[in-house]
């Protein structure tokens, strides 16, 4: 089952980098200018869907848990950091759409819920595998 949880966390990891390069850099490259906007179209302001500040900002923290998702992916001893980038996610999200009044509702909410049943079940493998040395 570690190996299930490896290869979520690293696919999702190098998903989200790729994602964070294509809004910083590869946004008009055929294909990518899509995975560029996945992220951008959260935003009900039009304004901010297009600012190139809020864009370069999104990129940037898509690409921190990105590489700490990639890494856990590799390093089991990370399981617990990864769950946590999904946390963080979902509350952000959350925050965002409840009192910022900024992303787009029923989208928040599909991130925040895909982003707590992974963080739980990846918490959950970390507490319970006997190869990460939390359960020592």
């Known amino acids: 089952m570690d190996d299930v949880v490896d290869k979520i966390l690293l696919a999702n990891g190098v998903y989200d980098i790729v994602c964070a390069c294509s809004i910083l850099w590869l946004h008009e490259v055929h294909g990518l200018g899509i995975l560029s906007d996945l992220h951008a179209t959260m935003f009900q302001d039009e304004a901010h869907v297009h600012h190139p500040v809020i864009r370069r900002l999104m990129a940037y923290w898509v690409l921190t848990y990105g590489v700490v998702r990639a890494c856990a992916g590799f390093q089991r001893e990370l399981y617990m950091v990864g ?54």
Do not use: D, H
């Not at 963080?88 to 910022?100: H, K, N, P, T």
């Not at 509702?105 to 991130?111: E, M, N």
């Open 83 to 136: 769950a946590l980038t999904y946390f963080i996610e979902a509350v952000c999200f959350e925050y965002e759409s409840l009192v910022g009044g900024t992303v787009i509702r029923y989208k928040a909410t599909i991130v925040s819920v895909v982003s707590l049943l992974m963080g739980g079940f990846i918490l959950w493998r970390a507490l319970t595998s006997s190869s990460c040395p939390t359960t020592a």
